[in-house]
């Protein structure tokens, strides 16, 4: 049987994994150039070609986003759980001084939109923590908060809400903060023990019910009408909650859905990166993040490798992928190449395992 702490360990070294394998082909739009320039099948880690995104990098190295990720990490187990203001005070003295605004520059090779609108509204403007937030409709805040869902996985309450005061630091959409919570969500759920299957959402919706996460609902069981006498006391926990619709938490069983609907096909597997799109935006990834990690929920290297082999925004959905299914197959079953293959493999290693410790 797979333990809780295999499954947080197989999470995060499989989204240091996810994010250290799309480092050379990241950001390939014309499929035919990425094959062109890595093969027809991307089956480890690669070095980037100099002139893209991450040119300097080594094969197996992370880049930004598992920097980012790393520093939550550290961070949570520093101050034995969130803590809004050091959080802010390690980005100020220890992640903002090393970008710059530009893009192709930064830890990693390349600086992400939101961490640029940050840098300039923090660093260049001086303004509060408060006031910063960018509206890139993109993963970041997911990518670092991986840690956080894996941190408090049997907690969901707490996770919803640090991971939305986290969220909300440089991401202004409520919208971006209700998806990236619910991914948190769901990979808590799997830490736990659950699968992505077609039943994860319900089991999400009585955690909303139950008043652990901060969705609003107005239906009752199964979508159903709600209650002729249904009225939201302001007494309620979350009254009408603080994302507008639980929206989010559904999708991840649709997905799964299509993973067992026989007349819905996807091949090969890689493919979903173009029918759920390929760009960088949240809603582009997460379906297709959901639906390789539904599809190959026993198979962690066939999950990230899709993942990666669909070109776009590869980076993301491989590292969100990875997540994911290291969660419901455990770090034992990450196949060993991918550990030995990581450049910082004695770090990240030793930073799971203290993780681990404080489940």
């Known amino acids: 049987m797979v333990t809780k702490q295999e499954r947080a360990k197989g999470a995060l070294m499989g989204a240091f994994i996810g994010e250290a394998l799309g480092v050379g082909p990241h ?12 093969g027809e099948w991307i089956d480890d880690y690669t070095e980037p070609k100099s002139d893209r995104y991450h040119g300097g990098l080594e094969a197996g190295e992370i880049s930004q ?12 187990i520093e101050n034995e759980g969130y803590d809004q203001a050091a959080f802010c005070k390690m980005m100020d003295n220890d992640f903002l001084p090393k970008i710059s605004g530009k893009a192709m520059a930064g830890p990693g090779g390349y600086t992400s939109q939101s961490m640029r609108h940050l840098w300039r509204t923090r660093v260049k403007k001086g303004l509060p923590w408060d006031q910063v937030a960018g509206n890139a409709d993109t ?9 956080m869902a894996i941190f408090y996985a049997d907690d969901l309450e707490a996770l919803s809400l640090n991971i939305t005061d986290n969220t909300a630091l440089t991401q202004a959409d409520n919208l971006i903060g209700s998806l990236t919570v619910a991914y948190s969500s769901v990979l808590a ?28 609902k107005v239906t009752s069981d199964n979508l159903n009408p709600p209650a ?7 007494s309620d926990l979350y009254g009408e909650g603080m994302f507008a619709s639980p929206d989010a938490l559904l999708s991840p069983s649709y997905m799964a859905r299509a993973v067992e609907d026989p007349e819905i096909v996807i091949e090969p597997a890689w493919k979903a990166s173009i029918v759920y799109g390929m760009p960088c935006a949240i ?3 997460l379906p297709a993040v959901y639906y390789l990690s539904a599809r190959f929920k026993d198979d962690f290297e ?15 959905r491989t590292m969100l992928t990875g997540a994911l299914i290291g969660a419901q197959v455990g770090f034992s ?13 004695t770090a990240l290693l030793s930073l799971s395992d203290r993780m681990v410790e404080h489940l």
Do not use: C
Request: proline letters at 3%.
């Open 228 to 234: 002729r006498d249904n009225m939201v006391k302001e």
């Open 302 to 316: 066939a999950g990230v490798l899709n993942a990666l082999n669909g070109g776009g925004q590869n980076q993301v």
């Open 27 to 38: 950001w390939y739009y014309d499929l035919r150039e990425m094959r062109k320039e890595y």
């Open 189 to 216: 759920l799997l830490v736990q023990g659950e699968k992505l299957d077609p039943e994860i959402s319900a089991k999400l919706m009585q955690a909303v019910d139950e008043g652990k996460l901060p969705f609003h």
């Open 283 to 285: 809603y582009h990834m």
């Open 65 to 76: 986003a598992g920097i980012l990720l790393k520093m939550m990490a550290e961070h949570l």
């Open 333 to 345: 079953r990450i196949p060993e190449r991918f550990i030995e293959g990581l450049q910082q493999k």
């Open 139 to 147: 993963t970041e805040a997911i990518e670092r908060n991986i840690a």
